[in-house]
C-alpha cells in the first residue's frame, strides 16, 4: 500500500506523473482539479461555485475542498493505496488531511516534490493542451499528439485550460509560493519529503520517483 501525496508547481509535471504512476502501482488518483473541472462540465453546485476560483487561478475554500476529499478517502476505496495530487495546497488543508488519515488510521508513504524553475513552467502551461473528454494532456512543442489539435486516446479535439492564460499563470505561481510552498517545510519536518529535478524528461522524473517509492 502507498499512500502518496505528489507536489509542484502548476505546470510541474504532477498529472503527467500522475497518469504514469498509477497505472504502475494501481493506486486511487485523488486529484481535487480534476474533481473541480469535472463538476464544472457537469454544471454542478459545487461545479458552479468552484468555477469563480478556477477561471481567475486563485484557490476555492478550504472548507469545500476539505469536505471533497474526505468524502473521498472515508470511503477507504483504495486497496493498493492512493495518489493525491493537487491537495493540499494550503497549511489549513495539510492540517484538516492530517485529521482525516489519523481517524482513518492510515498515514503517507511519502511527499514528492516535483521541482521545475518558473521560466520552464510558463512555457509547459503555454503549450499544455488538454482533452476535455478523457481528461489526457499533452504539449504543443513537449508531447505533442499524432495529429495536431487531436487526442491520441479518444479522438477529442484538444482545448487550452482557460487558467493557462497569461494573467491566471501568473496568479497561480503567486498563490502557490504564497500558500503552497510553506507545505514542503511542514512535511520537510515530518520526513516525509522528497524533492525530484522535473526539468529532466517525463521518463526519467518517472524512474527517479520509482527509485524513491520502490518497485512493486
Ligand atoms: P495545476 O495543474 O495547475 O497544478 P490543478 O489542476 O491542481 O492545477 O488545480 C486547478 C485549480 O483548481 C486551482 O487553480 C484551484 O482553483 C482549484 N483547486 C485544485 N485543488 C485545490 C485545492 N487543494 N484547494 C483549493 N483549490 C484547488
Ligand atoms: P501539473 O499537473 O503539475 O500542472 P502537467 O502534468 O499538466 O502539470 O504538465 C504541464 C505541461 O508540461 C503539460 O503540457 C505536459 O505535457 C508538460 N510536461 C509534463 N512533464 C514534462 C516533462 N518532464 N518535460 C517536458 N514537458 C512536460
Ligand atoms: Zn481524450
Request: proline content about 4%; overall charge neutral.
Amino acid at each position: 500500500m502507498i499512500n502518496l501525496l505528489i507536489m509542484g508547481k502548476p505546470g510541474a509535471g504532477k498529472g503527467t506523473q500522475s497518469t504514469k504512476l498509477l497505472k504502475h502501482y494501481q493506486l486511487t488518483h485523488i486529484s481535487t482539479g480534476n474533481i473541480y473541472r469535472d463538476e464544472i462540465k457537469k454544471g454542478s453546485a459545487i461545479g458552479i461555485e468552484a468555477k469563480k476560483y478556477l477561471d481567475q487561478g486563485n484557490l476555492v475554500p478550504d472548507k469545500m475542498t476539505n469536505d471533497i476529499v474526505w468524502e473521498i478517502l472515508k470511503q477507504k476505496n483504495y486497496p493498493d493505496g492512493f495518489m493525491l495530487d493537487g491537495y493540499p495546497r494550503t497549511r489549513t488543508q495539510a492540517e484538516a488531511l492530517d485529521q482525516m488519515l489519523a481517524r482513518l488510521n492510515i498515514g503517507l508513504t511519502a511527499v514528492i516534490n516535483v521541482e521545475v524553475k518558473d521560466e520552464v513552467l510558463l512555457h509547459r502551461m503555454a503549450g499544455r493542451r488538454v482533452c476535455p473528454n478523457c481528461g489526457h494532456t499533452y504539449h504543443t512543442e513537449n508531447h505533442p499528439p499524432k495529429l495536431e489539435g487531436v487526442c491520441d486516446h479518444c479522438g477529442q479535439g484538444l482545448i487550452q485550460r482557460p487558467d493557462d492564460l497569461e494573467e491566471s499563470v501568473m496568479n497561480r505561481l503567486a498563490i502557490y509560493n504564497e500558500k503552497t510552498k510553506p507545505l514542503l517545510d511542514y512535511y520537510s519536518e515530518k520526513g516525509l519529503l522528497t524533492v525530484i529535478d522535473g526539468e529532466q524528461s517525463t521518463n526519467k522524473v518517472f524512474q527517479d520517483i520509482i527509485k524513491i517509492l520502490g518497485e512493486k
